[in-house]
């Protein structure tokens, strides 16, 4: 008797039934996971039977807490959903709670997440007025780094990825944050970062120049201003050519998407139809 057609028929009826990877979604900041629910039901809608996960931590004024306490208080729920699943999960962040998964990526390196999409994230940093405005109502972005480069300042989220090209020296001085998850700072933890990005099979990275709060918009694809403001796209960077932080090996190895997308601002991102059928569940495999 034969077994290995009968094996293999198994197989294909084992992979068809066990539908799509479970889902985390990250909300963005002074939110909550209530304003997900749109894009978790057009995922259930699109891929049935998927376990689509919207944590609720540190939602509403809590989400200005400090980043590595939400990573690791928020990261300790996605590493238990993962222990669940071992068959491996994919990960959104929107806004804020993009930055936030990548940061539970490099401090959980042995993660199972297969697909990590960011929506719309500062992760090159963050450098803005309007930002400022939908919770400092009076500080400018010209200003700002007197409080966010200080020790009280880096008791909030926004000071721990607030990037002021015109004080580059402070920021690396004084932020505890991004400087090291983006591996410009070298720690004891600085492999490990690296490794919990190119364990990834797939980063998509999704932005568009309509965003009007993620300033500069490339940002979201880690691209940053220099000294005069002029933007510097992610490739162009010393930091991607020697691949500190190892989005040039996803590069080479066709494991990063950099997607642009016109006519969506920023609060649109997560409930736009179009981006999520287009650019988000094509990728939820």
């Known amino acids: 008797m034969r077994l290995f057609p009968l094996l293999s028929l198994i197989n294909i009826i084992y992979v068809h039934c066990s539908g799509y990877r479970p889902v985390v979604i990250v909300h963005g900041i002074m939110t909550g996971n209530l304003t997900l629910l749109h894009l978790a039901s057009k995922i259930k809608w699109e891929h049935p039977d998927t376990k689509v996960y919207v944590p609720e931590r540190f939602a509403g004024w809590s989400s200005l807490l400090p980043m590595w306490r939400q990573i690791l208080e928020l990261g300790e729920d996605i590493m238990n959903i993962s222990y669940n699943h071992p068959e491996g999960i994919n990960l959104i962040g929107y806004s804020q709670g993009g930055l936030i998964a990548r940061g539970i990526l490099e401090a959980f390196p042995d993660h199972n997440v297969k697909t990590f999409i960011s929506l719309s994230a500062p992760q090159g940093g963050q450098y803005g007025t309007q930002f400022l405005h939908l919770f400092f109502k009076n500080m400018t972005k010209n200003t700002a780094y007197r409080l966010f480069y200080s020790k009280l300042g880096q008791h909030t989220s926004v000071g721990n990825y607030w990037r002021d090209p015109h004080h580059e020296k402070l920021y690396l001085k004084y932020s505890n944050f991004l400087p090291f998850v983006n591996n410009d700072e070298t720690c004891p933890d600085t492999m490990y970062f690296k490794l919990g990005i190119t364990n990834l099979k ?12 993620i300033s500069p918009w490339q940002s979201s694809h ?12 992610l490739k162009d960077q010393i930091s991607f050519q020697n691949d500190v932080l190892g989005l040039k090996t996803l590069n080479d190895s066709n494991r990063l998407e950099i997607i642009s997308v016109d006519g969506v601002t920023h609060f649109d991102w997560h409930c736009n139809d179009s981006v999520i059928d287009n650019y988000i569940i094509p990728y939820l495999d």
């Open 202 to 213: 797939k980063l998509v990275l999704i932005g568009g120049p309509s965003d009007g709060v």
């Open 222 to 233: 880690f691209g940053y201003y220099d000294d005069d403001e002029n933007v510097l796209e």
